[in-house]
């Protein structure tokens, strides 16, 4: 029998907005997971007392995004006209069933009065974080660090170039030392130091660092692309596929999924370089391991880790060596006589260390020349071989012992069990493949609150299988 539904939808009924929210929602489980009373403390500080027209709830304001954010909604504007028809987000902020939700700009207009230049959302994201510590969910001892891209609001077209200017990098000092002692150990006189307006070449790498416009490059002189847009983006480039403004989002993670912080850098910067920034925030938490791929397989930051204490897990990194030639492998480091033997058994000596922190050993060229592995060795119109060595290539050695440890393989391979799997959630579930903000600390804000619901989203599903309460 086909049935015709003919009820009035004007119909007036008596309903509770409680009522119309199932039980088993997510946003019920969430909000019993943690008491958001603690966001009022954070806030007191940045709010009159007693003096202007009342606020909107500081806790209503900081769940609107965090509806975003939970629900991958692509924007501010529309996730207001979700909430104006979704009983569920009503009854989460408070709301009641006819009540004016707030306008699509009063969040933005908050953030720049109010929020701006704090670190509000950094300290609800480690509130949240701090929850997870207090019921033992975290493992700190074995720790995922990675980085993804986030494309930057910034037309690709809209661009200028900008000289380049190196920075020193976090190790530059302590490898300084170590060069010029490794130079006096071997009777070389120290480097010279070249002033700070002539450091961009000084050998020790660095990250980028705008300067003004200028028409009027030198020839010589390192430029960058710049969006005109968000100057504070950087020019991506992975592959031929992707080409773009963006952010690069460095995160550890514990082996249980957790997100234990974050950084945010622009795009341009390598993982390897943007890592102690990172480091410094996870210093004290207990961490023994330290698993990274091969964008951080670096002698410094080998040696940062191994002086803290922690074992780096670096992966097999294949060389980059040319088809046909001798790996380096295959020439023997004598440290006894601190030469190399080649393999043909001839030695290349020490000749000096260079301003990267590398030792030169070079080969004879007579004696070379008439090597019958030449072809396999050099190319070189002189018919010198050229080895290096790092100065902390001790540190390096190390890691590969490390490496070749039991059960280090298997710990290696749960990256795509956690950091990778954050990645792939982040920008499936919660709109993380690109921003629709402007400037590095609305970025942040955007970062800490997607990790703080992801954080929360696991942890209230848990407390409400082990039927917890409220704390």
Not at 370 to 387: E, F, G, I
Not at 441 to 448: L, N, Q, T
Request: charged fraction near 30%; glycine fraction near 6%; proline fraction near 3%.
């Amino acid at each position: 029998m086909m049935t015709q539904n003919d009820k009035v939808r004007t119909q007036v009924q008596m309903v509770c907005i409680d009522d119309l929210v199932p039980h088993d929602h997510l946003l019920r489980i969430i909000d019993k997971a943690i008491d958001w009373t603690f966001i009022y403390d954070l806030v007191k500080s940045i709010y009159s007392d007693g003096v202007g027209r009342p606020s909107i709830d500081p806790v209503t304001l900081i769940k609107i995004p965090l509806i975003q954010y939970l629900y991958g909604i692509k924007s501010m504007r529309q996730t207001i006209k979700d909430i104006e028809v979704n009983m569920a987000y009503r009854w989460f902020l408070g709301l009641e069933l006819y009540e004016d939700v707030p306008h699509f700009s009063t969040f933005s207009k908050n953030y720049t009065r109010r929020f701006k230049d704090t670190d509000l959302f950094e300290q609800i994201f480690q509130h949240i974080l701090e929850e997870c510590y207090r019921f033992r969910l975290i493992d700190p001892t074995e720790i995922f660090v990675d980085a993804t891209h986030v494309k930057a609001r910034a037309n690709n077209k809209k661009m200028q170039r900008r000289i380049a200017k190196q920075e020193a990098l976090f190790y530059s000092e302590m490898l300084r030392k170590d060069i010029d002692s490794d130079r006096e150990a071997h009777r070389k006189k120290p480097l010279k130091k070249k002033d700070d307006d002539n450091d961009k070449n000084d050998g020790v790498g660095g990250n980028d660092k705008f300067e003004d416009y200028t028409d009027d490059v030198p020839a010589d002189a390192k430029t960058i692309k710049c969006s005109t847009t968000d100057p504070e983006s950087g020019w991506f480039r992975k592959g031929e596929h992707k080409n773009v403004f963006a952010y690069g989002i460095e995160t550890a993670c514990d082996k249980n999924g957790w997100i234990l912080n974050f950084t945010v850098n622009p795009g341009n910067e390598h993982d390897s370089r943007t890592f102690k920034g990172l480091y410094d925030k996870l210093e004290n938490i207990g961490m023994e391991y330290c698993v990274v791929d091969a964008g951080y397989k670096t002698p410094a930051i080998a040696k940062l880790l191994l002086d803290k204490g922690v074992k780096p897990v670096f992966p097999y990194k294949r060389p980059m060596t040319k088809d046909g030639f001798f790996k380096k492998s295959e020439y023997v480091y004598d440290e006894y006589n601190d030469c190399y033997i080649c393999p043909n058994d001839k030695i290349l000596t020490y000749r000096t260390t260079n301003k990267d922190g590398y030792r030169e050993y070079k080969s004879c060229g007579e004696t070379c020349s008439t090597c019958p592995y030449l072809s396999q060795c050099t190319a070189s119109r002189d018919h010198v071989k050229l080895v290096t060595r790092h100065v902390w290539e001790d540190y390096m050695e190390a890691c590969e012992d490390i490496r070749q440890t039991l059960g280090m393989k298997e710990l290696y391979s749960h990256r795509k069990e956690t950091i990778e799997r954050i990645f792939g959630t982040a920008k499936e579930n919660h709109g993380f493949r690109y921003t629709q903000m402007y400037g590095k600390a609305r970025m942040k804000m955007k970062v800490a609150l997607t990790f703080a619901c992801m954080n929360l989203k696991k942890l209230a599903k848990i407390k409400n299988e082990w039927g917890l309460q409220m704390a």
